[in-house]
């Protein structure tokens, strides 16, 4: 449906149309429908699909409509801080016209400046279960005062252990019928429908594409691979698609580390992201890496769930993932909204028994490739940790000169710049991968 057929608020058409929306996508179709009548809904849909849009104008719409009514705001509860913030910006672009003040609230950050904002008054509160409980159980966010309430990728917070976080601030909430509330997922577990039910006034559910879960425009490969030659191949895979930005997952924040530093070591710039790196540090890398200030990133599925990167041309499942939606949310970050993107995976000996359930979920199999010894490219980090081991010694724990820590939190391109340019290092822009053999002869 045309947006500007939608019976809107002429300023938040305004706003929407300046954000560059002309129709809505089909799970905003759906949601709107119910929403704009001031139904409750819980919401299965897709990655990538629209769902911000889709309660941001409701909540605008609704907020607007109701104006006559006493003032009450709108929550808008999610499981990271990196969330948060992209919510943040949608809303602030599609408010273009509106008067609204919106407020993002998270923690690993000082409260006051969260706090001055609460006292100044909010209309649009964005936050992370656990910030939001402290600020309102210090008086400042008057739960009783929503009257809007969404939750957004619910799946996601429940998995992350949010439940009993939520479950006290919806009790703290007016009675479900007293306000509209909107459940947000990729997924619809039992416990987003238990709580849809227990704490929602009679909600619609919405339900897109539960059966195909993958979209028809990602094309995905398989891999069967020893896991101490897994480098070889990604170097050797990236090296022959050349793709201009690829994510990268894996299952353990150790992984994402090494692997980030090889890639970069290979000349590919790579930084990675994972839970322990500090909320302010993970959030500047998702940023620089949306921007495309560097074109890899390695990553975990806590630290990377929830988030876009429009134009993303390749995923990469470095491990298999453990949970089996995960494959569909980690290759969901490619080919969104209707974009084509490649999703490639390796089923090694630690991680290739998760295959079967992701394939039983997905109901088909994941198209499986030969893997051919030149596919793989020499692993040239290698040589440069030979080189920087004989140059400078052993390293030793905190020294800054690249040991884990030394390049601080997210980056493993620090420190070396001088080194590299002067030739140090071996920093190829790309390996030319075809016909390396020696990364895969080291690993039989
Ligand atoms: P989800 O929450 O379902 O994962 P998002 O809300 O993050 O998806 O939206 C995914 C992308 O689609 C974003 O880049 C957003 O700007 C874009 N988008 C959303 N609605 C529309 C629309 N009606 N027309 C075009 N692009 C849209
Ligand atoms: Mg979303």
Not at 7 to 23: C, F, K, Q, V, W
Not at 352 to 357: A, F, I, K, S, V
Request: hydrophobic share 35%.
């Amino acid at each position: 449906m045309l947006f500007k057929d939608m019976n809107l608020h002429p300023n938040l058409l305004r706003s929407i149309a300046d954000r560059g929306y002309t129709e809505t996508t089909p799970v905003q179709d759906r949601t709107l429908a119910e929403t704009l009548e001031g139904r409750d809904v819980a919401v299965q849909s897709q990655t990538g699909t629209g769902k911000t849009a889709a309660f941001l104008i409701t909540l605008y719409e609704n907020m607007l409509s109701g104006q006559t009514q006493k003032w009450r705001s709108a929550l808008i509860i999610v499981p990271t801080r990196e969330l948060a913030v992209q919510i943040e910006g949608e809303a602030r672009l599609l408010v273009r016209h509106l008067k609204f003040h919106i407020g993002c609230f998270y923690g690993g950050v000082g409260y006051e400046k969260q706090e001055a904002q609460l006292r100044q008054g909010t209309d649009i509160i964005i936050g992370t279960p656990g910030r939001l409980l402290d600020l309102s159980e210090k008086g400042l966010l008057k739960l009783k005062e929503v009257g809007y309430l969404v939750i957004d990728e619910a799946d996601r917070m429940f998995d992350m252990g949010f439940l009993p976080d939520i479950k006290r601030l919806l009790q703290k909430m007016t009675a479900p019928r007293v306000r509209q509330s909107m459940l947000f997922s990729a997924t619809l577990s039992r416990m987003s429908r238990k709580i849809a039910l227990e704490y929602m006034h009679d909600p619609v559910f919405i339900e897109l594409t539960p059966e195909n879960l993958t979209v028809d425009t990602i094309t995905q490969e398989l891999y069967r691979v020893k896991s101490h030659i897994k480098p070889n191949l990604l170097l050797g895979i990236l090296a022959k698609e050349k793709p201009a930005n690829a994510l990268i997952f894996v299952n353990m924040r150790h992984t994402a580390f090494k692997l980030a530093k090889k890639l970069d070591l290979n000349g590919y710039r790579c930084r990675y992201l994972s839970g322990d790196l500090p909320q302010l540090k993970r959030l500047q890398i998702m940023e620089d890496f949306m921007e495309g200030k560097f074109p890899f990133l390695v990553a975990t599925d806590v630290a990377a769930r929830g988030l876009h990167i429009d134009d993303l041309e390749m995923v990469v499942n470095y491990d298999l993932p453990q949970d089996h939606e995960n494959y569909v949310h980690r290759i969901g970050r490619t080919a969104r909204c209707g974009k084509s993107g490649k999703a490639i995976s390796f089923a090694d000996e630690k991680f290739g028994e998760h295959l079967y359930p992701i394939e039983a979920f997905l109901k088909q199999r994941i198209p499986e490739k030969p893997v051919t010894m030149d596919m793989f490219a020499t692993d040239r980090s290698l040589e440069y940790e030979a080189q920087h081991k004989y140059e400078r010694g052993p390293e030793t724990p905190g020294r800054s000169g690249g040991g884990p820590r030394g390049g601080g939190g997210g980056g493993v391109d620090r420190n070396r710049g001088g080194r590299e340019r002067s030739g140090g290092a071996p920093r190829p822009r790309s390996p030319h991968g075809s016909g390396h053999g020696s990364g895969s002869s080291r690993g039989h």
